[in-house]
């Protein structure tokens, strides 16, 4: 008898422990079985997340000095205080907004400059997390496949950095027949991902005649390698950006290019008889100097819609609620991150897109030189 209760005992203790791990691990089970609105709208904000940053910081001292060293500050208290009890967060004036305009929060939080589709679905999409050891799988499968060749490698005389904080990301054209969804769309073949798009940019830059370099670096590997994951893929590039800057004085303008989520229908125009992937300009705004990089983003984004009309799907602020935040553009006034393209577009689309682009930077790039001379 004794020996029985033992058992069912074991029994039911492994079931319940069974349970509590699957409960713990799987966040999405007590998320539906627990799901309260209030709290959910609570510890999703951001008031949340700088209240929770800020206890933290006073009980461990070395945390101030890690954000630091990813381009982050610790919150203020007197900053909370004001946010938690007024609802506005300083140096965003859309938060005033939100507060008097019923539903603007829920289709237009970000939206500095709308594009031709000026409409809530045409916001830029994240796309899911890749599965990290499957491209770790094809990349060891390919290992012998060509890359893109460079117009220059002059990484310490150049002055347009180009890179890729998500280099897995690519389009499903060029992915084949089996590759359909856009949670497929991802690769470290950088002749089908956006290191691609990093190369075909290149390339019409130095047409242009400004000196660029292109890091076509591997980050799904390399993240590998230091035991990271997708969450520190800003943090990598950070370090990147800062290796190059220590080497070069001559460096001035730093861009991330990403590609969208969308489907083709958001994110292709044509123009002038001529099919385009269309832009969009990521602007993060948690440092204190975004509004150098908005208006760099500014004069970019106005030569587009005059050049090439509605090309530009428009320009997308992000604080810490939708990602990142920073976006590295604190390193630099002229640092940009650029979605360039949906998960649907072809060559042709991005090649066109990236000759229309470089015009753009490169008019910029010597009207700023001219007003400097002048100066």
């Given at each position: ?374 100066g």
């Amino acid at each position: 008898m004794n020996l029985k209760n033992t058992l069912l005992t074991s029994v039911i203790s492994t079931v319940i422990l069974l349970l509590l791990v699957a409960f713990i691990t799987l966040p999405k089970i007590h998320a539906d079985l627990f799901h309260v609105p209030l709290i959910s709208k609570i510890t999703e904000s951001t008031i949340f997340s700088d209240a929770l940053l800020f206890i933290m910081s006073t009980e461990i001292p070395q945390l101030d000095n890690h954000l630091e060293e990813n381009g982050m500050e610790t919150p203020k208290f007197s900053r909370l205080l004001f946010e938690g009890t007024s609802g506005i967060t300083p140096n965003n004036f859309n938060s005033l907004l939100n507060l008097e305009l019923p539903g603007l929060t829920a289709y237009s939080n970000n939206i500095y400059t709308a594009g031709a589709d000026k409409n809530s679905t045409n916001i830029p999409m994240e796309s899911p997390p890749p599965d990290f050891e499957d491209l770790l799988k094809e990349d060891s499968n390919n290992k012998k496949t060509e890359q893109p060749n460079e117009e220059s490698d002059d990484k310490d005389n150049a002055e347009i950095f180009i890179y890729h904080s998500h280099s897995w990301e690519a389009f499903l054209p060029l992915l084949g027949d089996s590759k359909k969804k856009p949670s497929d769309a991802s690769s470290t073949d950088n002749s089908k991902n956006i290191v691609m798009v990093g190369s075909l940019l290149t390339e019409q830059l130095e047409k242009q005649g400004i000196t660029t370099f292109h890091d076509t670096t591997n980050v799904t590997a390399e993240l590998h390698k230091k035991g990271w994951d997708y969450y520190d893929s800003y943090k990598y590039s950070r370090q990147t950006i800062e290796e190059v800057m220590a080497s070069n004085n001559h460096v001035n303008y730093l861009i991330d290019i990403h590609r969208d989520a969308q489907r083709k229908e958001k994110t292709t125009i044509n123009v002038h008889g001529k099919n385009y992937a269309k832009l969009y300009f990521i602007v993060g705004v948690e440092h204190n100097k975004y509004k150098e990089n908005l208006k760099f983003v500014e004069a970019l984004n106005d030569r587009l819609k005059e050049k090439y009309p509605g090309i530009s799907r428009g320009i997308y602020l992000k604080d810490k609620s939708e990602g990142n935040g920073i976006y590295n553009q604190d390193l630099s006034a002229k640092s940009i991150l650029i979605e360039v393209g949906g998960v649907d577009n072809n060559k042709e689309e991005l090649s066109n897109t990236t000759e229309a682009l470089a015009k753009v930077i490169s008019d910029y790039h010597m009207n700023a030189e001219k007003v400097n001379a002048d100066g």
